[in-house]
T-cell receptor, first 110, second 115 residues
């Protein structure tokens, strides 16, 4: 079993829909990242969380440390949101290494 | 603009030759950088941790003589794929960590094709 599990692996939505991607982890962490990777390959860090909730535009990320679970929400989804979303955690050993989930491929259809 | 710049974005090389990929932190000094490889439709695989002024730390199964990493300054790490083979064709991407915390920035990535 992977230390970081994401669900779903693939997601297709209609433009405007509310989207949720889930991430569960089994290790102690110092921080959790939500990353976005577009087809060209480049990766952008959307959020870094160690507790609570963060919001940026139409994106919301939450984390529950006790339950070892995080969610990424996209409101009013748009075709340009189509990408791979990756959950990654920094272990509590503070080496800087990331443990990655397998990614969620999102396609938003117009 | 990019906080971490990676170059080249795409490179094609012949089998047996070596190719160098650069990763630069533009707005901060990065004592630690990370090099990843990604196969199609798979997640990122950490290859090595690049430490400024010291030897890189390689992950298990990664050949250090084949994937040479040099981190000679606080803003530049390089990955050299030596004696490249077609199976080395892949997407390589670096990241750099802000020294004071867990904030990370990724480079744009490099697509390597070995023919």
């Amino acid at each position: 079993k992977n230390e970081v599990e994401q669900s779903p692996q693939n997601l297709t939505a209609q433009e405007g829909e509310f989207i949720t991607i889930n991430c569960s982890y089994s290790v102690g962490i110092s921080a959790l990242h939500w990353l976005q990777q577009h087809p060209g390959g480049g990766i952008v860090s959307l959020f870094m969380l160690s507790s609570g909730k963060k919001k940026h535009g139409r994106l919301i990320a939450t984390i529950n440390i006790q339950e070892k679970h995080s969610s990424l929400h996209i409101t009013a989804s748009h075709p340009r949101d189509s990408a791979v979303y990756i959950c990654a955690v920094h272990g509590s050993s503070n080496t800087g290494k990331l443990i990655f989930g397998q990614g969620t491929t999102l396609q938003v259809k117009p | 603009g990019a906080v971490v710049s990676q170059h080249p974005s795409r490179v094609i090389c012949k089998s047996g030759t070596s190719v160098k990929i650069e990763c630069r932190s533009l707005d901060f000094q990065a004592t630690t950088m990370f090099w990843y490889r990604q196969f199609p439709k798979q997640s990122l695989m950490l290859m090595a941790t690049s430490n400024e002024g010291s030897k890189a730390t390689y992950e298990q199964g990664v050949e250090k003589d084949k994937f040479l990493i040099n981190h000679a300054s606080l803003t530049l790490s390089t990955l050299t794929v030596t004696s490249a083979h077609p199976e080395d064709s892949s997407f390589y991407i670096c990241s750099a960590r802000i020294p004071s915390g867990n904030t990370i920035y990724f480079g744009e990535g490099s697509w390597l094709t070995v023919v």
